[in-house]
């Protein structure tokens, strides 16, 4: 009689496509040129679709910034480059005199610093991507802003300081405050930059650089501080054990990083995940994966086989299951002499309430060929097989079979056995392994966890069970599975979540969205490994150990309320459990739940007041004083500060292009992403849509402009430029059809009929209002980032853009250009305003600061003119005639406002200041500054590099201020001395 042994259909686990996440790779990898990634993206979106929640809009987010700060290669720069250039341009600023004496500008912060919940349906302050608790003082936190630095409380969120104002990136995407020293924080950015200060982020200093990617997790052992880890999304997972200025990748599979965490209590136990799961049992010394674990198992699959298919190669049973932990899957030859082929060890029965084993037989031919099919399990290696079932004649129930396994092990096994006389196949498939309590924990030829799928991992862990580990797994941005081990990582259950997606938008985790890993994270009790919670756009909770999770939180405030649960601004980046208090970052703001063990409408408290971390877009600022502004930010909608200084929200999604009526400043108009207009009529109480022309959808930013002459007359710029003249009830096109949505669209003040509009690199022009097709100019190199027409002169235009001489002027409407690079840094000219106040000036706003030149005089050089203002990408500059202020929407610190330039100024403020005194000069271990005004002044020392040595603000010099110079190096000094108005260098010596 011949045996026929039975095949087996193995289902290869579903991992991402190469095109699904090959463009936010190459955004992190920062080697691609822009170009690059948008023709990558393109095809990805084109396959996936644009909708909310494919993640169309974070991506968006990116694109306009990088065109905007992109060099004349079409790369972003790194942001060490910028740090060497802050550094150079402070030392050609201290060495330069005639600097020293100029207006400097005097910049005061008009927030936001707290959100007001009117018509806007998701307020916050800005987005908190990081949170570091100090453990043994929860009144000590550090929160960072996605592009507004570092901020720190010393009394549980009440009041806030910003710690990096003076930095050269403000990009935050970890913070860790030292275990051993609480004055010691790390602070991880972009590009694989991390920062440290040793004086509580008083000064920083760039640490190390581990290549490319977001450092989006720094862990410092407890025990000792000089062994770090940190994840590197793009990057990999590295190790370091000098306090972090060398790193090393911890596993040659380690090229993506999400998470690492210590085993609670055993340092010297680490786990870590990227794409993979990896895990260390000697302090990091080595690390292994799933991928090492199965290495011994691999030669029973073929290579480059389509399927995981069986080789011969274990036959005569020379490979020894490997025990205790995985599923070992035998094909028995023969019932009284079997030989065995081996897929995967032993599956994990520990917990298990009732376990039952699924399958179907397909392809049967059941006749004298088939004598017997038989299932058999046994406990142990060595163990006696038992038989389960046995099928002798083909039946109904050949198909998706269902059999109880006896839960007598932890170790079990199953042979699943085909006996035939004669050579005809038998296959079997969608075999399975459930547990009501554990859920699945073999499917379709694998287990459930080994190996874990591809997508991002996140980790929790809990000291009051140090062996449970869970893994929250993203797939495709959506939930993707949530995994369990009780022994420390050596293997996992993967949880039966069936269809639920709580990384979406729904409160029954039924919808198709969500963006992780950019929203995505963890959290355990520490006095309950059992409470879980998880987040994505909203957050969930679980107390079985991640069985089921339920909502804690939703988006719209509203909602909220009406379900009972917290508010929480939507999109959750990290999530802290600090002893019985639960701390979020999401994308309005920090958030904390004092009681996170009872969910209610008061669930979340917002700790964000006082955050001045508003990432806008672009201002509006009506010509009337007191000001009124409307601006648009970031995830936070739009905003209006009204005449008694007071913020109030208007409108909700991503605010754009926003401008107060020129006539009437309880008029206010707006937009969202893509080209969505929208009007109020009683300053932001209240709002209404306004009909896109022809249904357009524009850029991500649409242009979006009032007549400057005429009322009621407004212009929107999509592939072709519209006009209304009864404020937007309808529309008529003005210009030729364009290649492509304007970027940029600019009306003249003196002659409404002048208008230049932007696509790119291109500049069209026209003299009639459109009448005519619009010209186009040409004599500038880069992509145009601003236009600015000068407000008496239509003739006169300066351009901002992306090449090499950043700033252009035409004085004879575009028909030639002059350069005005000058002596501007090597920063991104981003925003432009003219006033023909003080010699014709000229501001222009960077990615680092303001500048002014007075163009009436041909031998003039760009000024500073940023005292006070923090080291932030400007977005957009405007100037109110009617009071003389010029003010800066920024992307990450708010909007700020100053006076203007003012020649006269200059000589007396330096005077003021140059009366403060250094003594003794030259110093050794100390240097006092004395002052007779009782006024208070910010004092920022830079060595001779231009490197900031010292920083502290808010200081009265009357009574004498001491500095400890005692970790000064021997050299020249420049002390930087400000008020909000006034601006003097003074030089120090160090001996």
Request: aromatic share 12%.
């Given at each position: 009689m011949k045996h026929y042994y039975i095949s087996l259909l193995f289902i290869i686990c579903f991992t991402f496509p190469t095109w699904s996440q090959e463009y936010k790779e190459m955004i992190i990898k920062s080697t691609y040129s822009v170009q690059e990634i948008q023709a990558k993206a393109e095809e990805h979106f084109a396959i996936v679709g644009k909708e909310r929640g494919k993640g169309y809009k974070p991506y968006k987010r990116w694109e306009y910034n990088a065109l905007r700060n992109m060099d004349e290669?079409?790369?972003?720069?790194?942001?060490?480059?910028?740090?060497?250039?802050?550094?150079?341009?402070?030392?050609?600023?201290?060495?330069?005199?005639?600097?020293?004496?100029?207006?400097?500008?005097?910049?005061?912060?008009?927030?936001?610093?707290y959100w007001d919940d009117t018509s806007g349906w998701n307020p916050g302050v800005g987005r908190i991507t990081s949170v570091s608790v100090e453990s043994n003082n929860t009144n000590h936190i550090i929160v960072g802003g996605a592009s507004g630095g570092v901020w720190k409380t010393i009394d549980g969120g009440a009041n806030w300081t910003v710690l990096t104002d003076n930095m050269s990136n403000l990009i935050v995407s970890s913070l860790t405050i030292n275990p051993l020293d609480n004055t010691n924080y790390f602070w991880g950015s972009s590009n694989g930059t991390i920062f440290t200060s040793t004086d509580s982020g008083s000064t920083w200093t760039l640490l190390s650089d581990t290549g490319s990617g977001n450092v989006n997790k720094i862990l410092i052992d407890p025990t000792d501080a000089t062994k770090?880890?940190?994840?590197?999304?793009?990057?990999?997972?590295?190790?370091?054990?000098?306090?972090?200025?060398?790193?090393?990748?911890?596993?040659?599979?380690?090229?993506?990083?999400?998470?690492?965490?210590?085993?609670?209590?055993?340092?010297?136990?680490?786990?870590?995940?990227?794409?993979?799961?990896?895990?260390?049992?000697?302090?990091?010394?080595?690390?292994?994966?799933?991928?090492?674990?199965?290495?011994?198992?691999?030669?029973?699959?073929?290579?480059?086989?389509?399927?995981?298919?069986?080789?011969?190669?274990?036959?005569?049973?020379?490979?020894?299951?490997?025990?205790?932990?995985?599923?070992?899957?035998?094909?028995?030859?023969?019932?009284?002499?079997?030989?065995?082929?081996?897929?995967?060890?032993?599956?994990?029965?520990?917990?298990?309430?009732?376990?039952?084993?699924?399958?179907?037989?397909?392809?049967?031919?059941?006749?004298?060929?088939?004598?017997?099919?038989?299932?058999?399990?046994?406990?142990?290696?060595?163990?006696?097989?038992?038989?389960?079932?046995?099928?002798?004649?083909?039946?109904?129930?050949?198909?998706?079979?269902?059999?109880?396994?006896?839960?007598?092990?932890?170790?079990?096994?199953?042979?699943?056995?085909?006996?035939?006389?004669y050579g005809r196949g038998v296959t079997l498939d969608d075999i399975s392994i459930v547990d009501v309590t554990l859920g699945t924990l073999f499917e379709n030829g694998f287990e459930s966890n080994l190996p874990l799928s591809t997508g991002?991992?996140?980790?929790?862990?809990?000291?009051?069970?140090?062996?449970?580990?869970?893994?929250?797994?993203?797939?495709?941005?959506?939930?993707?599975?949530?995994?369990?081990?009780?022994?420390?990582?050596?293997?996992?259950?993967?949880?039966?979540?069936?269809?639920?997606?709580?990384?979406?938008?729904?409160?029954?985790?039924?919808?198709?969205?969500?963006?992780?890993?950019?929203?995505?994270?963890?959290?355990?009790?520490?006095?309950?490994?059992?409470?879980?919670?998880?987040?994505?756009?909203?957050?969930?909770?679980?107390?079985?150990?991640?069985?089921?999770?339920?909502?804690?939180?939703?988006?719209?405030?509203?909602?909220?309320?009406?379900?009972?649960?917290?508010?929480?601004?939507?999109?959750?980046?990290?999530?802290?459990?600090?002893?019985?208090?639960?701390?979020?970052?999401?994308?309005?703001?920090?958030?904390?739940?004092?009681?996170?063990?009872?969910?209610n409408s008061n669930y979340f408290t917002d700790l964000s007041t006082g955050l001045g971390i508003k990432q806008f877009y672009k201002i509006g600022v009506s010509q009337t004083s007191p000001e009124v502004i409307s601006a648009g930010s970031q995830d936070n909608g739009s905003s209006v500060y009204n005449s008694l200084g007071n913020w109030k929200d208007w409108l909700g999604a991503d605010g754009m292009e926003s401008f107060v009526d020129k006539n009437n400043s309880n008029i206010l108009y707006g937009t969202t992403q893509q080209g969505s207009l929208y009007k109020s009529t009683n300053q932001g109480t209240s709002y209404f849509g306004l009909a896109s022309p022809e249904d357009k959808s524009g850029n991500w930013i649409t242009p979006f402009e009032q007549d400057p002459i005429v009322q009621n007359t407004i212009y929107s710029g999509y592939d072709k430029v519209y006009k209304s003249t009864n404020g937007g009830n309808s529309w008529v096109s003005i210009s030729q059809l364009f290649a492509g949505n304007l970027d940029h669209l600019k009306i003249a003040p003196s002659n409404n009929n002048i208008m230049f509009a932007a696509i790119g690199g291109s500049l069209y022009k026209t003299i009639d209002g459109g009448a005519t097709n619009w010209v186009a100019l040409n004599g500038f190199?880069?992509?145009?980032?601003?236009?600015?027409?000068?407000?008496?002169?239509?003739?006169?235009?300066?351009?901002?853009?992306?090449?090499?001489?950043?700033?252009?002027?035409?004085?004879?409407?575009?028909?030639?250009?002059?350069?005005?690079?000058?002596?501007?840094?090597?920063?991104?000219?981003?925003?432009?305003?003219?006033?023909?106040?003080?010699?014709?000036?000229?501001?222009?706003?960077?990615?680092?600061?303001?500048?002014?030149?007075?163009?009436?005089?041909?031998?003039?050089?760009?000024?500073?003119?940023?005292?006070?203002?923090?080291?932030?990408?400007?977005?957009?500059?405007?100037?109110?005639?009617?009071?003389?202020?010029?003010?800066?929407?920024?992307?990450?610190?708010?909007?700020?406002?100053?006076?203007?330039?003012?020649?006269?100024?200059?000589?007396?403020n330096f005077d003021a200041l140059n009366t403060i005194t250094l003594f003794p000069n030259p110093a050794t271990n100390k240097v006092n500054l004395k002052w007779n005004e009782n006024e208070n002044v910010t004092i920022k020392i830079y060595d001779a590099s231009g490197k900031l040595v010292y920083y502290t603000k808010d200081k009265n010099l009357i009574n004498t201020f001491e500095v400890n110079t005692s970790s000064f190096t021997s050299g020249l000094y420049f002390v930087n001395i400000n008020t909000i108005d006034k601006f003097v260098i003074k030089k120090l010596i160090i001996e």
């Open positions: 290669s079409g790369h972003l720069k790194s942001p060490d480059f910028y740090y060497s250039e802050l550094e150079r341009y402070n030392r050609y600023r201290n060495n330069n005199n005639v600097l020293a004496r100029n207006n400097q500008g005097g910049w005061e912060e008009l927030g936001p610093t770090m880890f940190c994840s590197v999304q793009g990057g990999g997972i590295y190790k370091s054990t000098d306090s972090g200025v060398n790193w090393t990748i911890i596993h040659p599979l380690a090229t993506n990083g999400y998470d690492v965490e210590f085993k609670p209590g055993n340092t010297n136990v680490i786990y870590a995940t990227g794409s993979k799961f990896f895990k260390s049992i000697d302090g990091g010394v080595t690390f292994t994966t799933e991928d090492d674990v199965l290495s011994v198992y691999q030669q029973q699959y073929v290579s480059g086989a389509t399927s995981w298919q069986f080789a011969t190669s274990n036959l005569d049973n020379s490979v020894t299951p490997k025990t205790g932990n995985g599923l070992g899957l035998f094909y028995i030859t023969d019932f009284t002499n079997p030989v065995t082929r081996l897929i995967p060890p032993a599956v994990n029965l520990t917990g298990a309430t009732a376990p039952k084993l699924k399958f179907s037989y397909t392809n049967v031919n059941w006749d004298d060929d088939i004598d017997e099919l038989r299932v058999l399990y046994k406990t142990s290696v060595g163990g006696t097989w038992t038989v389960l079932a046995t099928y002798t004649t083909e039946a109904s129930t050949w198909q998706d079979i269902t059999i109880d396994l006896p839960n007598q092990s932890s170790e079990y096994y199953v042979a699943l056995e085909g006996k035939s006389n991002p991992k996140m980790m929790g862990v809990s000291p009051n069970d140090p062996n449970i580990v869970y893994i929250l797994e993203a797939k495709n941005g959506k939930f993707g599975a949530f995994y369990k081990s009780i022994n420390s990582g050596d293997t996992f259950v993967k949880l039966n979540h069936g269809n639920k997606n709580y990384f979406g938008y729904s409160s029954l985790a039924d919808d198709d969205r969500g963006q992780a890993p950019r929203d995505m994270d963890i959290a355990v009790n520490p006095n309950d490994a059992n409470d879980v919670h998880i987040a994505g756009i909203l957050s969930w909770r679980s107390t079985n150990g991640g069985q089921n999770f339920s909502i804690t939180s939703q988006w719209v405030p509203q909602d909220a309320a009406n379900q009972n649960i917290g508010y929480c601004h939507a999109d959750i980046d990290i999530m802290e459990y600090v002893g019985e208090k639960l701390y979020v970052g999401s994308d309005g703001g920090i958030f904390v739940a004092e009681n996170p063990l009872v969910v190199a880069g992509s145009i980032n601003s236009i600015a027409i000068h407000p008496t002169d239509a003739n006169k235009i300066a351009i901002a853009t992306t090449g090499n001489q950043k700033v252009y002027i035409s004085t004879d409407g575009g028909t030639n250009w002059t350069s005005y690079l000058k002596n501007l840094p090597n920063f991104s000219a981003l925003a432009l305003v003219w006033t023909n106040y003080q010699q014709e000036g000229l501001y222009v706003g960077m990615n680092y600061g303001v500048f002014y030149i007075a163009t009436a005089d041909p031998l003039a050089e760009w000024q500073p003119f940023s005292n006070n203002l923090p080291n932030v990408q400007i977005s957009e500059l405007e100037i109110n005639t009617a009071n003389n202020k010029i003010y800066a929407g920024t992307f990450g610190r708010g909007l700020w406002k100053s006076n203007l330039f003012e020649t006269a100024l200059s000589i007396d």
